[in-house]
Structure formats: C-alpha cells, structure tokens
C-alpha cells in the first residue's frame, strides 16, 4: 500500500521527491514546494509513523525504501531528484546508491549520516523515552531550531509532532538511526549536495557528513546554512530553494 503524499506542479517537469524529518509530515516541505513546483513536479511522502501515514508502524530503512519506491511507481514518477531531511536523509542516501540508476541527483538536508547516528543522552532520551503530550512536543520542537518561525509555522510543526505514532520516536532512536549502511555499497556517479544548518546540533557536523556519507558521491557540493538549527525548509525557505534548484540545473 502506498505511503500518503502532496503532490505540486507539471507532471511533465523534472520530479523532486522530498522526504521529512522525524516528528515532521509531507507538509514540512511544502514553504519550499511552493517556490519549486513552478518548475519542477514536487512530490512530499508521509513517512511510516507520521503526518497522514501516521496509522502505519515505524520501519527500516530498507523497507521505507519499498515503500517510497512503490508510491512512486503509482504516481507515475521516474529518475526523481531525492531531497531526504534528517531521518530521510539517510534513507535518501541508501536508496541513490541501493539502486543509482532510478535517481537523477540527491540532495541530502541536515541528514542522518549513512553511519549509526550518534546521538548524545539528552537527544537519545527525548526520543525513547517518547511522551506525546504538547509540552514534550514543545520542547522538541523548540530544540529543532535557531531561527524563530511564524505562529503558522510553529503550529504546523507542533501539530505534526502531536499526531505522529508515538512509536515512531524510540523506533528511530534505537533501531533505523542505528542501521549501518557506510561502506555496503560502491560509490555513485550521482551528483549530491549537502546542506547543513550552522547551528544545528542533532546531526553530525560537515566533518564526519564527508566522511560517512557524502564522499560516496560523485560529483558533490556541501554549504552551511549561516544562523540555521535543523528545520532548514522553514528557517532558511528562500535560501534554500533557490540553492536546490541552482544545483539541479547545474547538473541537469
């Protein structure tokens, strides 16, 4: 059964497929959809556990893998761009070199790394110790970002977070962010751009991202998002468009 999602935009124009990150939906994306989809077909999946696929139970990355690939061929997309935040951006990374030859280009948003994430106690805890109450969803969300959002922005996060499946959360922090998948596949002649924010603690920094994950990538880019946290589809939504699709067309 395919996984819920958004889609924006000219069927007939290049696909970019974006992913969330944990305790997000397919909404997440949509700031940037908005500015995207007038040149690209844009597409936003539900992961397993969250927004409108909140019913269905956490999975592996392999078997989220499936699931994207299955929504995918329902909709009729080919050779998309994959566009992975935080958690999915593992998944990203997995699926382009799992099979590089159905991917047009990766870009990698604040990711989990291709490595077991590590994680320090504070962020282990919020995440297996789960309670799904608004001031445990405050504090979570608030630890996401540097950048203030607006009253629309924080809602729609803290309501994501709400009604995600509780199981989701210490699903991700002690089994998928944990799944090693550095060094299982050859490298990709696939381009791919790495984009981190500044101040965002929850992912590894640039250092070991270029060591786990983005150097099995060829051609690569990275760039650091100046004054972001981890929610950079809504702290840096501009910014951000514009540098995805300058990479697309470069490599297009």
């Known amino acids: 059964m395919s996984l819920t999602s958004i889609q924006k935009g000219n069927p007939q124009h290049p696909p ?5 990150y944990l305790g997000g939906s397919a909404q997440t994306w949509l700031p940037v959809i908005e500015i995207l989809s007038q040149r690209f077909y844009c597409v936003s999946i539900d992961m397993p556990g969250f927004g409108d696929s909140a019913q269905r139970s956490p999975a592996l990355i392999m078997q989220q893998a499936m699931l994207v690939r299955e929504t995918l061929r329902d909709l009729g997309v080919n050779k998309p761009w994959l566009i992975g935040h935080s958690m999915t ?3 990203a990374a997995v699926m382009a070199l799992d099979t590089p030859e159905d991917v047009a280009g990766l870009i990698l948003t604040a990711p989990s790394p291709l490595c077991p994430q590590p994680m320090t106690d504070q962020q282990f805890a919020m995440q297996y110790q789960w309670q799904a109450t608004p001031e445990h969803s405050k504090k979570f969300v608030a630890g996401s970002h540097q950048k203030p959002l607006s009253d629309d922005l924080q809602q729609l996060t803290l309501n994501d ?3 995600a499946n509780p199981a989701a959360f210490p699903y991700w922090a002690n089994t998928a962010s944990q799944e090693d998948f550095e060094h299982r596949y050859p490298n990709a002649s696939l381009p791919a751009l790495l984009l981190l924010g500044e ?5 590894p ?3 070991q991202q270029l060591a786990s994950t ?3 990538f060829s051609p690569y880019e990275y760039e650091v998002i100046e004054g972001c946290g981890h929610l950079l589809p809504l ?4 910014e951000l468009a514009a540098i ?3 990479f697309i067309k470069k490599y297009s």
């Open 199 to 203: 101040k965002d603690d929850n992912v």
């Open 89 to 91: 951006g593992k998944l």
């Open 244 to 246: 995805i699709e300058d």
């Open 214 to 216: 983005l150097h099995q």
């Open 235 to 238: 702290e840096a939504t501009e």
């Open 161 to 163: 977070v709400l009604r």
């Open 16 to 20: 970019l497929v974006f992913m969330h």
């Open 205 to 207: 920094r640039l250092p």
